[in-house]
């Protein structure tokens, strides 16, 4: 189990990546944008190095949190079955203490 677990976090990272990699939209030329910088140009008149693509970049974020998320709760899972193993372990000593 504890060997598969860094595979299946690197299986759910790349499958939640993937898609958002694959979805970029292949950029088409555009005309030049006007020389004034003060007036409103339209993202689309922009040139492709000037605009900022979103949604690979919220998609990756969303990924990273969910992941870290899912490694946070297996790592207090363990934790917490270590303590559960540990009480069981007191409860017995104990119970072997108090019939003699």
Do not use: N
């Amino acid at each position: 189990m504890q060997r598969s677990l860094p595979l299946l976090v690197l299986l759910l990272a790349l499958a939640a990546c993937g898609p958002a990699v694959a979805q970029q939209p292949q950029p088409q030329p555009q005309p030049a944008p006007p020389a004034a910088t003060d007036e409103f140009v339209p993202i689309s008149q922009l040139p492709p190095q000037d605009q900022l693509p979103a949604a690979p970049l919220l998609v990756t974020a969303y990924a990273f949190v969910w992941l870290a998320l899912f490694g946070y709760l297996v790592s207090v899972g363990h934790r917490l079955s270590k303590v559960q193993r540990e009480v069981h372990r007191l409860e017995s000593d104990i119970a072997r203490g108090t019939r003699t």
